[in-house]
């Protein structure tokens, strides 16, 4: 079979160079990335190292932005590894490929949050129009493996284990998500497919993953720590209680995923009795700890994190107040003032 193409939009980032890395052996793969990353790639100064043996050089194929679409390089597939906000992103890739006259290719969003694929959909929207809109196949995917960033005298190096552990599913456009799956097992990831309804579960799982530890790191904690002031600690429990609430209330649910039993968190933070998981805390924070390998939160993502527990709860008429404290919180911290 063909190798696929695909285009990694966000070259240079955590996300985006380990996927490039990880795809090399069964796809044809540029990176795509701002002027910046892409000057570090060619000058021999990102490193990528996996399962902690020693560094490699990243050597992909990669271009500038502006250069998308300008070699015979069309893309089967654009894998978008920005962060949030991705309107723009999308609609400046499809644009391209719409000026360009070729088959549009899937598009998979790895973004955190809820609200990736309703973005992306207005966004093509915008620059298709519904009716071809409605063609492009969207992949929504959430990852499970934290990614070190150093930088050492100049030089960047990425760290990350394998396997690469992820769930993802089909939302919209023509055709199903199996040459995608396909993709992911001769990669060796450990990827769970989910469907229909599901996928939307997997977001709000994953966000639940995500949301542990904010309250903790909106006081410049980790989560060990954190847990271990019963003041702090209470906040993570109504925050988390919070977006359980407004979840149910949306008629969304949540489901596990291989070594994340998110159900079951779920079940202790919403039904136990604060004092019984308050005795529970050291406890909690090791296992919740134990598969994020020390990475700190990342609070720029603040919006996409507590931001969207109190845009969703505005939706569907839910307080947030607990999530709306820690979200000023972070925002105070990254010098955005009220």
């Known amino acids: 079979?063909?190798?696929?193409?695909?285009?990694?939009?966000?070259?240079?980032?955590?996300?985006?160079?380990?996927?490039?890395?990880?795809?090399?052996?069964?796809?044809?793969?540029?990176?795509?990335?701002?002027?910046?990353?892409?000057?570090?790639?060619?000058?021999?100064?990102?490193?990528?190292?996996?399962n902690r043996v020693e560094p490699e050089e990243f050597?992909?194929?990669?271009?500038?932005?502006?250069?998308?679409?300008?070699?015979?390089?069309?893309?089967?597939?654009?894998?978008?590894?920005?962060?949030?906000?991705?309107?723009?992103?999308?609609?400046?890739y499809y644009r391209k490929v719409k000026e360009k006259g070729v088959a549009f290719p899937a598009l998979i969003l790895s973004q955190n949050g809820l609200f990736a694929i309703e973005d992306a959909k207005n966004a093509l929207i915008?620059?298709?129009?519904?009716?071809?809109?409605?063609?492009?196949?969207?992949?929504?995917?959430?990852?499970?493996?934290?990614?070190?960033?150093?930088?050492?005298?100049?030089?960047?190096?990425?760290?990350?284990?394998?396997?690469?552990?992820?769930?993802?599913?089909?939302?919209?456009?023509?055709?199903?998500?199996?040459?995608i799956a396909e993709i992911f097992k001769e990669a060796k990831f450990e990827a769970t497919q989910f469907n229909g309804e599901d996928v939307r579960n997997m977001e709000y799982s994953k966000l639940f993953l995500n949301l542990i530890g904010m309250a903790s790191a909106s006081r410049s904690l980790f989560v060990k720590n954190g847990f271990k002031n019963k003041e702090f600690f209470k906040d993570e429990v109504m925050a988390l209680q919070e977006y359980i609430k407004a979840v149910y209330?949306?008629?969304?649910?949540?489901?596990s995923f291989p070594h994340y039993p998110v159900k079951f968190l779920v079940f202790l933070f919403n039904y136990l009795p604060f004092s019984i998981l308050s005795l529970l805390r050291g406890m909690l924070a090791?296992?919740?700890?134990?598969?994020?390998?020390?990475?700190?939160?990342?609070?720029?993502?603040?919006?996409y994190y507590n931001g969207a527990v109190i845009k969703l709860g505005r939706e569907i008429g839910i307080e947030t107040p607990k999530n709306q404290e820690i979200y000023k919180k972070v925002q105070a911290k990254l010098g955005k003032y009220f």
Do not use: H, W
């Open 286 to 303: 090791k296992a919740i700890t134990k598969n994020r390998g020390g990475k700190p939160k990342d609070l720029d993502e603040i919006e």
């Open 126 to 179: 915008e620059v298709l129009g519904n009716k071809e809109a409605e063609r492009v196949k969207i992949i929504r995917m959430v990852l499970f493996n934290p990614i070190d960033c150093k930088d050492l005298n100049g030089k960047i190096y990425m760290s990350y284990s394998l396997p690469i552990k992820m769930g993802f599913g089909k939302v919209s456009g023509e055709g199903d998500a199996q040459d």
């Open 249 to 255: 209330s949306s008629k969304g649910n949540f489901i």
């Open 1 to 50: 079979m063909q190798k696929k193409k695909i285009a990694i939009i966000g070259i240079g980032g955590r996300t985006g160079t380990m996927f490039a890395r990880e795809f090399e052996c069964v796809a044809d793969v540029f990176g795509i990335g701002r002027e910046a990353e892409i000057e570090i790639i060619k000058q021999g100064k990102l490193f990528i190292q996996r």
């Open 59 to 92: 050597k992909g194929n990669v271009i500038k932005s502006a250069e998308f679409l300008e070699n015979d390089f069309t893309p089967d597939i654009i894998f978008l590894c920005t962060k949030n906000p991705i309107c723009e992103a999308v609609k400046f």
